[in-house]
């Protein structure tokens, strides 16, 4: 098995409130899928965050294929491992559906041709080709979720980690999701889901669970 996320002795405190996390081991496997639990405050997000470089630890260590995140910088982390905020608008600003796409390699003034062809790629394989030029702010939930992941996919990252992913989606929302999940495992990516859904972890039964309670991740 290849290791993806290797997380050793890590604990970590918030500069103001008294919510401490501490992740004593955690292995998350490359090319499968893993679930992270618990109840609303125990810690996931601040485990996401953590082991996407958002946030440091105070002490222990974070490896992703190998290299200790301390040695990285956000964005180096960012390539290898994408994560998908609780509420993806956060993460959307650029205006249209196109520009957000675009956006980064725009910044970089990177080969035109290659990222429109891989933008156009991506979004009609989660169903957005039509909605190019439509403004953000006049997409669904479940729009705004597959283009927020679409603009994550655009980095390449061989690692993804969604932040409670079916909060707000309906039913059909929630099946184009799962099936995505699907699609992404059988390209060889590794994914981390938080959830405390029961349709999804029974969607995905015989996942590892990683359960945090408490500010305590366990097996
Ligand atoms: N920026 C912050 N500063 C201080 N405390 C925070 C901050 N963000 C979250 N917390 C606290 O940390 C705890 C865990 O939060 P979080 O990781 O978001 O939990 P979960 O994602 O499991 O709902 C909660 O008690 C929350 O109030
Ligand atoms: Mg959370």
Not at 1 to 27: E, W
Not at 58 to 72: D, M, P, R, W
Not at 123 to 134: A, I, M, Q
Not at 141 to 157: D, S, W, Y
């Given at each position: 098995m290849?290791?993806?996320?290797s997380?050793?002795?890590?604990v970590?405190?918030?500069?103001k409130?008294?919510?401490t996390?501490?992740?004593?081991?955690?292995?998350?496997?490359q090319?499968?899928l893993?679930?992270?639990t618990g109840?609303?405050?125990?810690?996931?997000t601040?485990l996401?965050?953590l082991i996407?470089g958002?946030?440091?630890p105070?002490?222990?260590?974070?490896?992703?294929f190998?290299?200790a995140?301390s040695?990285?910088?956000l964005?180096?982390?960012?390539?290898?491992?994408g994560?998908?905020?609780q509420?993806p608008?956060?993460?959307l600003f650029a205006?249209?559906?196109w520009?957000?796409m675009?956006?980064?390699?725009h910044?970089?003034?990177s080969?035109q041709?290659t990222?429109?062809k891989?933008?156009?790629?991506?979004?009609?394989?989660f169903?957005?080709?039509?909605?190019?030029?439509?403004?953000i702010?006049f997409l669904?939930?479940?729009?705004?979720q597959r283009l927020?992941?679409c603009?994550i996919l655009m980095?390449e990252?061989r690692?993804l980690?969604l932040?409670?992913?079916?909060?707000?989606?309906?039913?059909?929302?929630?099946?184009?999701?799962?099936d995505?999940l699907?699609?992404l495992?059988r390209?060889g990516?590794?994914?981390a889901v938080?959830t405390?859904?029961?349709?999804?972890?029974?969607?995905?039964?015989g996942?590892?669970?990683?359960k945090?309670?408490?500010g305590?991740?366990?097996?």
């Amino acid at each position: 098995m290849t290791v993806a996320i290797s997380v050793t002795d890590l604990v970590f405190g918030y500069q103001k409130g008294n919510f401490t996390l501490s992740c004593p081991h955690l292995r998350l496997e490359q090319g499968k899928l893993s679930l992270i639990t618990g109840a609303n405050g125990s810690g996931k997000t601040t485990l996401a965050k953590l082991i996407c470089g958002i946030l440091r630890p105070s002490g222990g260590s974070v490896q992703i294929f190998g290299q200790a995140t301390s040695e990285l910088s956000l964005g180096e982390i960012g390539r290898q491992v994408g994560y998908l905020f609780q509420d993806p608008s956060r993460q959307l600003f650029a205006g249209t559906v196109w520009k957000e796409m675009t956006f980064v390699d725009h910044l970089l003034e990177s080969e035109q041709g290659t990222s429109t062809k891989k933008a156009q790629d991506l979004l009609d394989r989660f169903g957005l080709g039509e909605l190019k030029s439509r403004s953000i702010y006049f997409l669904s939930g479940g729009e705004k979720q597959r283009l927020a992941l679409c603009t994550i996919l655009m980095g390449e990252p061989r690692f993804l980690i969604l932040d409670e992913p079916t909060v707000g989606l309906d039913k059909q929302n929630r099946v184009i999701l799962y099936d995505i999940l699907d699609d992404l495992l059988r390209e060889g990516r590794g994914i981390a889901v938080i959830t405390h859904e029961n349709e999804l972890i029974e969607r995905f039964a015989g996942a590892p669970q990683i359960k945090v309670e408490r500010g305590q991740v366990s097996l």
